[in-house]
């Protein structure tokens, strides 16, 4: 495919490719196949690939000796790569209490954006999200797809503390924090099911990128039954 990238070596065990194009889920498709492909047997030297928006850190279980060489071994498997399908990937439902207990921004949002609270809920929870890349937290999704209605900025000043399950907005995109953590999205409410989870020894983020998502508002009293069940997940 005829796509600019640029290729670097970030240390002495990692490559950074990089694309300059524009972020979409054709975009998504093409990396994760990739991402597939360096993971395969046949690159047994490769430990993990990471991908972002729009690139791929590729880590190495071994000193990169020669970056031209393995830059030209990485060029050739990008230049074999010619694929435009849409990923195939089930729809996993999220459900998501937007009571005022739990989103704490929903206020906010409805002032500056000139939307009711429920036409917030509305939009946010009718949309079919795709994860782009999992960050910033362990299980942490960066979903695409939010409604351009609800586009709002980060907070200027973030909280120092944010309960794991809470469904935030920052700028186009729309997260979940898997983990207690600060954080400068604007939170507009609270899942109670569990997306990061050591103890799943198979899997141990609920999403990966590619995955599709959708939101199923709940009540609180739901959210309420829910939540003291610890062991509670969809897995």
Same mark, same amino acid.
């Given at each position: 495919?005829?796509? #600019? ?6 240390? *002495? ?59 030209? #071994?990485?060029? *050739? ?45 509305? #939009? ?87 995955? #599709? ?23």
């Amino acid at each position: 495919m005829n796509r #600019k990238l640029r290729i670097f070596q970030i240390n *002495e065990t990692s490559i950074l490719v990089e694309f300059d194009e524009e972020i979409n889920e054709k975009l998504l498709n093409y990396l994760l196949y990739l991402k597939n492909e360096l993971l395969s047997e046949k690159y047994k030297s490769i430990l993990q690939v990471i991908n972002s928006y729009n690139s791929l850190l590729i880590i190495y279980g071994n000193t990169i000796n020669n970056f031209y060489e393995t830059k030209s #071994k990485l060029l *050739e498997v990008i230049s074999d790569a010619n694929i435009d399908n849409k990923l195939d990937s089930p729809i996993k439902k999220i459900p998501v209490c937007y009571d005022l207990e739990y989103g704490w921004d929903l206020e906010l949002l409805s002032e500056d954006l000139g939307l009711s609270i429920d036409e917030i809920i509305k #939009k946010h929870s009718e949309a079919t999200y795709t994860v782009y890349f999992i960050g910033f937290l362990p299980g942490f999704p960066y979903l695409g797809g939010l409604n351009s209605s609800l586009f709002y900025r980060r907070k200027s000043q973030p909280r120092r503390q944010i309960p794991s399950g809470s469904v935030g907005i920052a700028d186009k995109q729309t997260g979940i924090y898997s983990l207690d953590s600060p954080g400068g999205w604007q939170i507009i409410g609270r899942s109670p099911i569990q997306l990061f989870n050591l103890e799943n020894s198979n899997q141990y983020c609920y999403l990966q990128a590619g995955d #599709k998502v959708q939101f199923e508002s709940i009540s609180k009293e739901e959210f309420e039954h829910i939540q003291p069940k610890s062991n509670y997940n969809t897995w």
